[in-house]
């Protein structure tokens, strides 16, 4: 199995929904606002090949949405999928799975590209991964996640006949209960920030690696009360990071952060405040 770091570009956010409950002049410290509140975040997604199959866990928010629409994340840097995969050597048409945790739109909307007035599959020889349970929930959204859920970036998917379910009858287990996907590849399930997301738990050079995708967004998300604004479950998330984040620190898990705009990995130590980051690193510096 090879890993690589995909860059998706950057965006921002309202800082007092990316840490919740948690005061601003506490939280400027791990991810300073500008004037309007904004904070900076990555797309950061993971490139997978293995037995012959090179499988891209989420895809970012792609460019196919109005001026408008993203004008409301400040989109910026020189960072994108296509530029990252040519820097490995790989093109899009590549991809022959594309895995995503879950379907709010920063996590997939590079999914679906326009092609004239239709909306088609942006990897076009790719199989595409979600769940029944999570999927349900994003057609039938609620109000309070309505607008992440972006019809455009969802039906088209199972429109092309390349949609494709994980089936795991404990995806709401409150443990982060798991199931098999490949060989080395298996899928942690958390119901706190939406229904069903999917966390790939990966074994990489005698590692276990975890995707965090919304769960732990940063490491500045590892102590239990800092919980997204955007959670709908915030209690289960506290719950199911107390749990993952025991796991991670007693048996030496490396995380990979999907959002934060300049670390990618980190392993846990237990500090008199509880687990905390230890070592930040790069995944190629594995």
């Given at each position: 199995m090879n890993?690589?770091?995909?860059?998706?570009?950057?965006?921002?956010?309202?800082?007092?929904?990316?840490?919740?409950?948690?005061?601003?002049?506490?939280?400027?410290?791990?991810?300073?606002?500008?004037?309007?509140?904004?904070?900076?975040?990555?797309?950061?997604?993971?490139?997978?090949?293995?037995?012959?199959?090179?499988?891209?866990?989420?895809c970012?928010?792609?460019?196919?949405?109005?001026?408008?629409?993203?004008?409301?994340?400040?989109l910026h840097g020189e960072d994108n999928l296509d530029r990252s995969l040519a820097a490995y050597g790989f093109?899009?048409?590549?991809?022959?799975?594309?895995?995503?945790?879950?379907?709010?739109?920063?996590?997939?909307?590079?999914?679906?590209k326009k092609d004239g007035d239709k909306l088609v599959p942006a990897f076009k020889n790719a199989l595409y991964w979600s769940n029944e349970d999570h999927w349900n929930w994003a057609v039938h959204p609620n109000p309070r996640e309505k607008a992440s859920f972006l019809k455009e970036n969802i039906f088209p998917i199972q429109e092309s006949g390349k949609l494709h379910f994980i089936t795991n009858k404990s995806s709401r287990e409150p443990d982060l209960a798991t199931a098999p996907?490949?060989?080395?590849?298996?899928?942690?399930?958390?119901?706190?920030?939406?229904?069903?997301?999917?966390?790939?738990?990966?074994?990489?050079?005698?590692?276990?690696?975890?995707?965090?995708?919304?769960?732990?967004?940063?490491?500045?998300h590892i102590p239990l009360p800092y919980v997204m604004a955007y959670d709908t479950r915030p209690l289960i998330t506290m719950t199911e990071k107390e749990a993952f984040l025991k796991e991670a620190l007693e048996n030496d898990y490396i995380?990979?952060?999907?959002h934060d705009p300049y670390i990618e990995c980190c392993t846990l130590k237990e500090t008199p405040r509880g687990i905390r980051a230890d070592r930040f690193f790069k995944l190629s510096e594995l």
């Open positions: 890993l690589y770091t995909i860059h998706c570009g950057h965006f921002k956010l309202d800082g007092g929904a990316m840490f919740g409950v948690v005061p601003k002049s506490i939280w400027m410290e791990l991810n300073p606002a500008d004037e309007n509140n904004m904070c900076s975040w990555a797309t950061r997604s993971l490139l997978i090949e293995t037995e012959g199959r090179l499988i891209l866990v989420d970012g928010m792609g460019d196919k949405q109005s001026e408008k629409f993203f004008g409301y994340y400040y093109h899009r048409d590549d991809i022959t799975d594309v895995f995503l945790t879950h379907l709010h739109f920063d996590h997939c909307g590079g999914a679906i996907f490949l060989n080395g590849f298996t899928i942690r399930f958390a119901n706190g920030h939406t229904d069903a997301m999917m966390l790939p738990q990966l074994q990489y050079k005698g590692k276990t690696l975890v995707f965090m995708a919304d769960l732990l967004p940063s490491p500045g995380l990979f952060f999907e």
